[in-house]
Every structure is written in C-alpha cells, then in structure tokens.
C-alpha cells in the first residue's frame, strides 16, 4: 500500500515509515519541483521514497 502511495505522495510515504524530518526535506524539495519542472523531478522522489520503504522493511525483518 505504501509504494501506491508513493507514486503520487512521496513525502507523505516516506512520513509513514517514521522519517519526519526527511519527509519535511523531501516535500520542500518536491513542491517546488514539480511546479518548475511540470513533474519531470518526480520519478527521482517515488525511487527515493521506495528505496526508503524497502529499508524500512528489511530492518523489520531483520535481513
């Protein structure tokens, strides 16, 4: 469920994995981003908030 949020909330999924203060980062980035660029930066975003939910994962598992 967190990687479809991923797709179109990065910040708000990488919020839900527990990392507040990136998140904060990430979405004062993002804003602006996809305002300048018309979106062309946010497949940049959905890779980092789904390498950040992989991590999260792996650490719950113990791998």
Known sequence: MNYVLALFLPPLSI???GRVFLSIIVFLIWVPAILISGGLTHPMFIILAWILIYQ???DRRGV
Do not use: G, K, S, Y
Request: glycine share 0%; hydrophobic share 85%; no cysteine.
């Open 15 to 17: 919020l839900l994995i």
């Open 56 to 58: 999260a994962h792996a």
